[in-house]
């Protein structure tokens, strides 16, 4: 016959949970706009306009929170010579992040669980793919099933994953807009890139509120 199913081990509602301190960045309006810095095993998305300065402001994030946490820069857009330049561009050579430039969706998550990283920074879910599946990077469907194995791979761990999604010309397709529903919090940064001036507001978020905005200003050492 038919495998039956296993009972559900159930607790009460009552119960008290451990509430693991969050990771605060020192970056005073990154940490109030994510409501009070990271929370560990959460999943945040990063949107916003391609060249709007997504990853100068999460390598800027990384390099303070790898201070006290460990901390992993994935690329899939620059390889490690690039990230590497701009961190010393912006002064940031010093600081102990993890860096590597890969696509592949199964190696990450080998590495997620192989690592034991508190942060990881996927730039970008475009660039990611499966192997197993048809489909191009930055197709819908590989843009969301990639996003879910490493978010899945990411709370297994107590990682806390930041996602880069670059918004796209042909509306939100392939965007940031597929995986919404997926991850903890959504923080969009906005700005026009003639100006200095740069917004992040959060449009969704599981561990503070929504209302809050982030104004940084873009000079040469990043963001201030």
Known sequence: ??????????????GVSEQKPRK??????????????????????IGGDPGIGKSTLLLQVTALLSAHSKCAYISGEE???QV???????????SPVELA???????IVASIEQNNYDVVVIDSIQTMYL????SAPGTVAQVRASAQEMIRAAKRRGTCLLIVG?????????????LEHMVDTVLYF???RGHAFRILRAVKNRFGATDEIGVFEMGEKGLA
Request: hydrophobic share 40%.
């Open 1 to 14: 016959g038919k495998a039956k199913g296993k009972v559900i081990a159930f607790a009460p509602l009552s």
């Open 24 to 45: 605060k960045t020192a970056l005073a309006e990154f940490d109030r706009v994510t409501g009070g810095g990271l929370v560990p095993g959460s999943a945040l998305l």
């Open 79 to 81: 390889s490690v010579d």
């Open 84 to 94: 590497r330049l701009r961190a010393l561009r912006m002064g940031l050579e010093k």
């Open 101 to 107: 430039a890969a696509t592949s969706v199964r190696d």
């Open 131 to 134: 192997d197993n599946l048809d």
């Open 166 to 178: 670059h918004v796209t010309k042909e509306g939100q397709i392939a965007g940031p807009r597929v």
């Open 190 to 192: 906005e700005g026009d």
